[in-house]
């Protein structure tokens, strides 16, 4: 495993909020943008404070992991900043409330709850996630047509790495949670594993649909009521869509069986990577562990 951290350049000034001709997939995926400004902050406070529970001899190569996901996640995080600037607008009023809400409750989760929860929801967000970059590689055919590139290199670049370090929080999760009795190991390593993706799928998901209920209400009111209409059944379609594609690799984060390292890279994503490493068409120098 190369762990490599990335500095995508990409100019996102060439951006607009309907950035694909299906604006009801370019503002699902900006309110998916939102998500990372202020879920992977957490995430690096939470491993901050699970690392020092790792054994410096033993857990060697696990610290070195999570650090690369943390300086990973850093860079997420700050590139979804800048892209978010071509949508958190005026235009928008209630974008930066409602993602403010997410993060308050990000932080009350940290401060309030018990670290395996915390890591047990973490765990989720990357699981879930992780079934989610298969479709964007393999089943968006339709929906990236015709998008503006820029939009398009972010979510690559970001889906690609998330394949990449795509083992770190379950790993991860289990040392810290699932180590002990045959209790904990059934209990931790199954049962509220599961619990933390659905805790998550269900908050995160709340939180995501507010905000991409309310940049298509203000691109609606601009609309006659036959296209607003139309705008209503192409977001219905999306969110069947995106279910329907979603649903195989759901099941399988539920299996007891479940294991992301067994997973296969999506299609084209070591070309991708290739195109943000040193030298690539799309990065800066990077650091590699």
Not at 68 to 82: G, K, L, M, N, P
Not at 84 to 104: I, M, S
Not at 176 to 189: P, T
């Amino acid at each position: 495993m190369n762990l490599t951290v990335r500095y995508p350049e990409i100019d996102f000034e060439k951006c607009f909020p309907k950035w694909a001709p299906n604006l009801e997939f370019a503002m699902q995926m900006n309110a998916f943008s939102i998500t990372p400004v202020h879920i992977e902050p957490y995430i690096v406070k939470v491993y901050l404070e699970a690392k020092k529970l790792l054994d410096l001899v033993k857990d060697a190569q696990l610290i070195k992991e999570v650090e690369w996901f943390v300086a990973q996640e850093t860079q997420h995080y700050r590139q979804h900043i800048r892209f978010n600037r071509v949508f958190t607008t005026p235009r928008y009023p209630l974008v930066e409330k409602l993602g403010q809400k997410f993060a308050e409750d990000l932080e009350g989760f940290r401060k309030n709850r018990s670290l395996i929860f915390n890591l047990a929801y973490i765990e989720g967000f990357e699981s879930g996630g992780g079934v989610f970059f298969r479709v964007w590689f393999e089943k968006l055919g339709k929906y990236r047509f015709g998008a503006k590139p820029e939009a398009l290199l972010l979510y690559d670049w970001h889906f690609a790495e998330e394949f990449e370090h795509r083992e770190v929080a379950y790993k991860l999760y289990m040392k810290l949670a699932a180590r002990g009795n045959i209790f904990r190991r059934i209990w931790y390593g199954y049962f509220y594993r599961i619990y933390g993706v659905v805790t998550m799928m269900a908050h995160g998901g709340k939180h995501s649909d507010a905000i991409r209920k309310h940049m298509l209400d203000v691109e609606r009111r601009e609309m006659t009521p036959e296209q607003a209409a139309a705008s209503v059944t192409r977001e219905k379609v999306l969110g069947r869509s995106f279910f329907l594609m979603t649903l195989r690799g759901l099941t399988a984060i539920l299996s007891p069986f479940y294991d992301p390292h067994k997973k296969a890279p999506p299609e084209g994503v070591e070309a991708i990577l290739a195109d943000f490493d040193r030298g690539g068409k799309y990065g800066k120098p990077s650091t590699s562990a």
